[in-house]
């Protein structure tokens, strides 16, 4: 999946009573520049959802991704608090270069 289809993803996890406040910064803080990820599989293995809410979640990005014209412009229809806004934005934020690569952050606790 590609980001900003990941970012609605914990977005919409966390809309609907899935992720916490805490567990969405988390993953927005972590999402790696050019590694796109299926996170709920990733949340799956961890026990943060199951197979049944994840479909569910991306089931609902895809249609909301069709009714906005796509993920981006889903995102910019979400209201949300400050920080999360912030965390959305800084998620979605340029791809640095291959001078600018950054070390993989330390695997998160969702717990």
Request: no cysteine.
């Amino acid at each position: 999946m590609k980001r900003p289809d990941t970012i609605l993803f914990a977005v919409y996890g966390y809309r609907v009573g899935i992720l916490t406040r805490d567990q969405l910064l988390a993953i927005l803080a972590t999402l790696r520049h050019g590694r796109d990820i299926d996170l709920g599989i990733s949340l799956a293995r961890r026990g943060i959802l199951d197979e049944r809410q994840a479909a569910a979640l991306w089931n609902l990005v895809d249609v909301q991704s069709d009714i906005h014209g796509g993920p981006k412009k889903a995102l910019g229809t979400i209201e949300a608090g400050a920080l999360i806004q912030q965390a959305v934005a800084a998620a979605l934020g340029p791809r640095p270069g291959p001078s600018q690569a950054s070390k993989d952050p330390p695997t998160i606790r969702l717990d």
